[in-house]
């Protein structure tokens, strides 16, 4: 059995990440979408909401789990027993930093293999940090989530503004 991982922080989960874990998911038995937890980033959404999001935009595939973990992605691959990482490439950019993130997780475990999946045209300018700019200023984010996220957005930044 073909188990493919999908990591990622969604934060918020877009189309683009909709479109990655569709076409993945196509390609293997089992697709894992693992929210990771990343103490770098500051997220707007727990690692709980993330996880719903991801269940919520891909609840009509039966092949695709989602999981999380704060761990080195390596480690997750080995626990599957994955047989590769998806990674969504959006431009040249993301390209040179995945392709060296590739070289690190190689390095610690050699067996560790990724594909790039370049992203649709017309989602090539959508990133969580994106939507999130956006939607902070009042914009209109409803070509880049599903309407679910759409107002899970909206809420959590009417919250914030509450709270301020």
Wanted: hydrophobic share 45%; net charge neutral.
């Amino acid at each position: 059995m073909k188990t493919f991982i999908f990591p990622g922080s969604f934060d918020p989960f877009s189309l683009g990440h909709i479109d990655i874990a569709k076409r993945a998911s196509r390609l293997c038995d089992k697709l894992v979408v693992a929210v990771m937890i990343n103490r770098a980033k500051k997220s707007m959404f727990t690692v709980e909401e993330r996880v719903e999001m991801a269940k919520i935009c891909l609840r009509d595939v039966p092949n695709i789990e989602v999981i999380s973990r704060e761990s080195l992605l390596v480690d997750v691959y080995r626990e599957l027993g994955a047989s590769a990482v998806v990674r969504g490439l959006r431009s040249e950019s993301d390209f040179r930093y995945e392709a060296e993130m590739n070289a690190a997780n190689t390095l610690m475990f050699p067996e560790y293999q990724v594909i790039f999946l370049p992203c649709r045209a017309d989602l090539a300018f959508t990133s969580s940090s994106i939507i999130k700019e956006v939607a902070y200023y009042g914009g209109d984010i409803s070509r880049m989530c599903v309407p679910e996220i759409e107002e899970m957005v909206k809420q959590k930044l009417f919250h914030k503004q509450q709270d301020m």
